[in-house]
């Protein structure tokens, strides 16, 4: 057992030496790293804390919890096959804020206190802000600013959160509340802009497509995942969670169906999979919070598969648009298969990892006789099917034949794939050691023949509703206008408008001043002009005349 | 690929025979539903073929309710890096409409 005394994931913070170490270093730095983080956060005993006391307050900085061992390893996984990932295509600044990204979330996974987690929490955003420049596009560098407001503006949400919960307890533990105070529906309210919960959603499918192949594949894992750790560890069982989920859940679906962009629908999908989560973060029973952990666990597999897939295509390509694209299983047959077995992981087909912990959240829905909540889960679980499971890989990889032939992507992004697709498919067969890993202990089987029944039915008919539909489907070359509608055009024009206005105002006054001005001068000219009577020139007669006038005045007034 | 040969997965008949199985294993699906007993709790699951019907009729709920939606939200994919829409500037034109004639 090793007691360190500072968070694992600083380790992978030591990825900035990224400029100084040669080719060499290169792979140990990147790859390392995250390998060594897994190992020490594995290496620490279960219930370990390392306390602090800093400026008056007695901080946690690390707090060994299941939930959060569990959260921890899959973002060091997920870091590690990133790396591998990106290992010759991301750019040294992409790399190294991606890695710091991984460490930041780690952070968050092991705090002990609500200081420590904010300190990572805005570490968080600021990295992935990193990755979103490091893309180097102008929509890329726009796309990230847009991105730091909408998540300063929840750091600062949730710091007054924090505050007031301060100022009222007296405590900074990371303890489970309920959202009965201003304050603590602040600290919710911040948790649930990074969850990426409405009204916000967009920023979630507004700034990850437009990161680099490699660097969506980072950003997908960790900003929504820790806001559902940390929802977890501090909002279980409240009740407002389970509509949140819910919409977000739906919200997913509706608009990736819409969706042109094939990165764009995998990032819609991302809030249709936190709203799961969320929900079962509402329900708050043991089955629930033990199914969002797994499905939390199985989602950054199967979703950092299906961006990898995705990713490949538009390193190959150059395209995203489902638009553009299409029969490309002709070259790329293994991207094909491994994207493959990631919609099938996300749709929750039997032996995917998607199956094993997704069925958890139902489960737990029947266990509380929650009937609108089940059929609605059920009912998500059909559209996951439709938006991600089918149209993904159907147009991307099958539809019309678009005649483009690209390669298969170069030998570590394949691995990297084939080592996530294997993840996927050993959880579904053996979910024994992800269950073991979970907050509570479990005494749930998902392989029953009424389950099994139950979700083949369910997906199989999905499907033969999407090619039923096909017609209905039809790709435009569109995008469909959300929330951010209102910052990105409303407050532009609202600006507009009002330096119009100020504009017209100064015209205004500088029009009456130029009026009041020209009229002084006006006067000016008339009576100390040129041909004013000041200026006129008089004859020496007269002047000869006035004096002798008033010699002659001064003589008569004077003389006695 | 053998030269001006369609890849076979392509093929009318492939897609023909791909529907057939597709239908075969909906409706063995459909039968396995028989053999096995759902649990009783809102008292319709039970049903032949309820998360058949289900799915089915949600997903035409969803992709209904997503054009609806469509038609209300969609917009032409440079909305917002367009440099002038001719769309939806209404504003932005009267603006610079407003200021020219204050410029000279």
Redesign the interface.
């Given at each position: 057992m090793i007691e360190p005394m500072f968070p694992p994931g600083l380790v992978l913070f030591l990825v900035v030496l990224l400029p100084l170490v040669g080719n060499r270093g290169h792979g140990l730095l990147v790859l390392g790293l995250p390998l060594l983080t897994l190992a020490l956060v594995w290496s620490m005993p279960a219930n370990y804390l390392l306390t602090l006391s800093f400026m008056g307050l007695e901080l946690t900085p690390v707090s060994i919890s299941a939930t959060g061992r569990l959260f921890a390893t899959v973002f060091a996984l997920m870091a590690f096959v990133g790396a591998l990932y990106g290992y010759r295509q991301a750019s040294k600044l992409e790399m190294a804020a991606g890695l710091v990204n991984a460490g930041s979330a780690i952070g968050v996974s092991l705090a002990g206190d609500l200081i420590t987690l904010f300190v990572f929490w805005e570490l968080l955003a600021l990295s992935s802000t990193l990755v979103l420049w490091a893309a180097n596009t102008t929509?890329a560098r726009r796309a990230s600013m847009r991105y730091l407001l909408v998540h300063l503006f929840g750091g600062m949400v949730l710091l007054a959160g924090i505050s007031g919960h301060v100022v009222a307890t007296g405590s900074i533990a990371l303890v489970p509340l309920q959202a009965d105070s201003v304050a603590h529906w602040l600290l919710l309210g911040g948790l649930l802009v990074n969850a990426g919960a409405p009204p916000l959603s967009a920023w979630v499918a507004d700034s990850y497509p437009e990161a680099s192949p490699s660097g969506t594949v980072f950003l997908s894992a960790f900003t929504t995942k820790t806001a559902v750790f940390a929802l977890i560890m501090v909002f279980p069982g409240e009740k407002v969670l389970i509509g949140v989920g819910l919409y977000m859940m739906?919200y997913g679906?509706?608009y990736a169906?819409?969706e042109?962009?094939m990165r764009r629908i995998l990032a819609y999908s991302i809030v249709n999979q936190v709203g799961f989560m969320v929900t079962a973060i509402g329900i708050g029973t043991e089955m629930a919070i033990n199914g969002a952990a797994a499905h939390a666990f199985a989602h950054i597999i199967y979703k950092g598969l299906l961006l990898m897939a995705a990713g490949a295509v538009l390193y190959r390509t150059g395209k995203r648009?489902c638009t553009d694209l299409g029969?490309l299983?002709?070259s790329m047959p293994w991207t094909t298969l491994l994207g493959i077995v990631g919609a099938l992981s996300i749709s929750a087909f039997p032996l995917t990892s998607g199956f094993i912990s997704k069925s958890m959240i139902s489960q737990a829905a029947?266990d509380q006789?929650l009937?609108a909540v089940?059929?609605a889960l059920?009912?998500g679980?059909?559209?996951v099917f439709?938006h991600a499971g089918i149209k993904f890989p159907w147009f991307v990889f099958f539809q019309k034949?678009s005649g483009l032939r690209p390669p298969e992507p170069p030998a570590n992004m394949l691995w990297a794939m084939t080592l996530f697709a294997f993840g996927c498919l050993a959880l579904g067969f053996y979910p024994a050691p992800l269950y073991a890993m979970l907050p509570y202990p479990v005494s749930y089987s998902p392989y029953t023949?009424?389950h099994l029944?139950?979700?083949?039915?369910?997906?199989?008919?999905?499907?033969?509703?999407?090619f039923v539909?096909l017609p209905?489907?039809k790709r435009?070359?569109?995008?469909?206008?959300?929330f951010d509608w209102f910052y990105?055009?409303w407050l532009k024009?609202l600006s507009?408008?009002l330096?119009?206005q100020s504009?017209?105002g100064q015209?205004q006054w500088e029009a009456a001043a130029r009026h009041r001005i020209e009229r002084l001068n006006r006067w000016l000219v008339k009576h100390l002009g040129l041909n004013s009577r000041f200026a006129r020139g008089l004859p020496t007669g007269s002047m000869v005349l006035w004096v002798t006038v008033l010699l002659w005045l001064l003589l008569l007034v004077f003389y006695r | 690929m053998k030269g001006e040969r369609r890849h076979w997965l392509v093929r009318s008949t492939t897609i023909r025979r791909l529907w057939f199985g597709f239908l075969l294993v909906l409706g063995l699906s459909l039968l396995a539903g028989l053999s096995v007993h759902q649990h009783q709790f809102i008292g319709i699951e039970d049903y032949f073929g309820f998360f058949g019907g289900y799915g089915f009729l949600a997903c035409l709920v969803m992709v209904g309710l997503a054009k609806l939606l469509g038609r209300l939200l969609k917009r032409p994919d440079d909305y917002y890096t367009a440099p002038t829409n001719s769309l939806d500037s209404s504003a932005q034109s009267t603006a610079s409409q407003r200021r020219e004639p204050g410029d000279d």
């Open positions: 929509e739906f679906i509706i169906l819409l042109n962009d648009k029969g299983f002709q029947a006789q009937v089940w059929l059920v009912a679980s059909a559209g439709l034949d023949g009424a029944v139950a979700q083949l039915q369910l997906l199989l008919f999905a499907g033969l509703a999407f539909m209905q489907m435009t070359l569109t995008i469909s206008l959300d990105r055009r024009r507009a408008m330096v119009d504009s017209q015209q | -």
